[in-house]
């Protein structure tokens, strides 16, 4: 007779939600200092303002890793007007709560982008949102109609309803959740396969995910899937046996190989190596140059 697996060991005892919920400041483990269920400033300070008209104000994590790279890649073309100001956003300090980060996004998360070449200046929020601006602003990593436009679109909508399942589910019970709780960790290692398996099923047939070009679907996903997909996410590579998608590593390894890319993943960044870091960016030059750690941007 086989042996019945014993569940119970999966879920945390001796919690009953109550009628009500009350915020417990100190339980929100790794990020309890950042965390609230209230939205708005928490103290008055204008953001910085540089001299290009594409102000950022990001951190290089996947969401802001995404702007950056477009951004790149749009200089790279030769597009000029896509010069811009990034300014870091440190989030373990509050910075998104300021009256002037909130301004520009109200949500408190980043990135965020104001395009001072309108009158008055435009607010995007949500990267998303950000990288459909941009590349209808420039023309470009988007195709301009049709079918391909409507697949691009999908793949770019499909990453920003995914990810949270990736970020704030595995990776959060993963690899910063106070405690290690089997039931949550099985249950999004299990969806975070799942989408790995959609993705490498669609670049099994496809070289990128839009079809014949290379799109905002691409540096959408990349730095959520790619880098999971690289084994360079969580530290979760053996534990999600991300060898197991040949074609979603062909396409992830394709696009870290852009130059382009690996210059945005530089930009904000302000941790790990310090070669690949770069607080702020506000030339191009600014790349050409050894790491700056964020001390030295202040």
């Known amino acids: 007779m086989s042996e019945t697996r014993d569940t119970s060991r999966d879920i945390p005892s001796g919690y009953t939600p109550p009628a009500v919920w009350v915020w417990n400041k100190g339980g929100g483990g790794r990020f309890a200092a950042i965390n609230r269920p209230t939205a708005g400033p928490t103290h008055e300070h204008e953001l910085p303002v540089g001299r290009h008209p594409l102000q950022l104000h990001s951190l290089g994590t996947p969401n802001g890793v995404k702007v950056t790279v477009l951004l790149e890649e749009l200089l790279a073309l030769g597009h000029s007007g896509a010069e811009y ?170 696009i870290a190989a852009r130059p382009a890319v690996q210059r945005g993943r530089r930009v904000n960044r302000s941790w790990g190596d310090p070669a690949g870091q770069l607080a702020e960016r506000h030339d191009a030059t600014d790349l050409d140059r050894p790491g700056v750690r964020p001390e030295d941007s202040r």
């Open 85 to 254: 100001d990034a300014w870091l956003v440190r989030i373990n300090e509050g910075d998104q709560f300021t009256s002037g980060f909130v301004a520009v996004n109200p949500n408190s998360k980043i990135p965020a982008l104001l395009d001072r070449s309108t009158l008055p200046p435009t607010r995007v929020f949500e990267s998303g949102s950000i990288l459909l601006y941009l590349a209808e602003k420039f023309g470009a990593f988007l195709p301009p109609a049709g079918a391909q436009r409507v697949e691009c679109l999908n793949w770019l909508f499909w990453q920003m309803a995914s990810a949270p399942y990736l970020g704030g589910g595995f990776g959060h019970f993963y690899a910063y959740a106070p405690v290690k709780i089997e039931y949550a960790i099985d249950r999004f290692a299990m969806e975070a396969k799942r989408q790995m398996d959609v993705l490498d099923r669609r670049l099994a047939g496809s070289p990128w995910l839009a079809g014949p070009e290379y799109t905002i679907a691409d540096i959408a996903v990349w730095p959520w899937y790619g880098v999971l997909a690289l084994g360079e996410l969580y530290g979760a590579g053996e534990f999600l046996q991300v060898q197991d998608y040949p074609h979603l590593r062909r396409w992830a390894e394709t």
